[in-house]
């Protein structure tokens, strides 16, 4: 594992994606590693914390995870835009050199049996909480993070830094047609009164 | 209905939220209008567009959507920065006259019986899919987007324009603590090979 990946409390893994990210999804089943990206990612709850996460049902990925029942959520960067793109627009049913020609490296976390894509700024592992009806009806996962991780030299003490690390490692969030934006100022209300 | 607020057509309707902005979370029932602030609300589905938003059993707005079956989400601009903060972390069920403490002014749109907030750069009136399980179980609501409407001013022809907007147009994205990022630059990937 790089050096500047950390563990983040469980408690806080929230904040990694609590800005809206859009996300890489990755899963393992039968000695098959594949990600995906996902702009419908969502917090569900704090404590233990749980996420949603949109899986059509014609993703690769999305059978990996009914049949592990494990995934990872990851927060891509602004350096890793066009393999966000790709890994989100080819699928491996078509094109199966897909991670390759995108550039996917993945590492592994002891004690989680999960791949995790390297270069991303924050890492969610997390097991499936089966809802058949929602799965089926609206392709909508939920996953309780069992495990959570970030790069310090974008998220430490329980905070982003984005606005003091390089814009590089900025989140991206997606919109259309291969057009994103990157996160931008840190802004603070004023406490009530 | 202010001059610079136009339709966006359904189809359309998810660009609106697919960036992950914190919103606002609005309904009517029985006299009664309020708003709160959610981080956790994200597209479901393209078309019918839907949504969902997570609501705390203890907010007055969920039980007005449970009643009236309707509502609102709105995307809330940077110069509505302390305003989100406050519907956010203040209930009426304490504070009777939140909504002109935060400065909240309402409008409307014919056909639609439910308020929405004034200032922000897009709403999307929903009605509610009840799914008593998720409800229940998550506080995850669904929606079906059934009107859409974005100020000119930031968002036309289908397209977010923050790039050329002044910057008080941005999205807020919560953290925590009353740290928000401001949506930032644009990036586009290049077409696939």
Not at 150 to 168: L, S
Not at 178 to 193: E, R, T, V
Request: net charge negative.
């Amino acid at each position: 594992m790089d050096n500047h990946v950390a563990p983040v409390p469980l408690e806080k893994a929230y904040r990694l994606i609590n800005h809206g990210p859009t996300v890489l999804v990755s899963a393992r089943h039968g000695g098959v590693d594949n990600v995906m990206a996902a702009a419908w990612a969502c917090a569900l709850d704090f404590d233990p914390p749980k996420l949603t996460v949109i899986l059509d049902k014609q993703t690769l990925t999305r059978g990996l995870i009914e049949r592990s029942g494990h995934f990872v959520i990851q927060v891509p960067t602004a350096a890793q835009l066009q393999l966000t793109y790709e890994v989100g627009n080819r699928s491996r049913a078509n094109v199966p050199d897909k991670l390759e020609r995108a550039g996917v490296q993945w590492f592994g976390v002891d004690g989680h049996d999960v791949p995790l894509v390297a270069g991303c700024s924050a890492w969610l592992a997390c097991r499936l909480m089966p809802e058949p009806h929602m799965q089926d009806t609206y392709d909508l996962f939920v996953g309780e993070v069992v495990g959570a991780w970030a790069d310090t030299r974008v998220f430490a003490n329980g905070h982003w830094n984005y606005e003091h690390a390089d814009p590089a490692w900025r989140s991206l969030h997606y919109i259309a047609g291969g057009q994103f934006y990157a996160i931008g100022a840190s802004l603070k209300a004023d406490p009530l009164k």
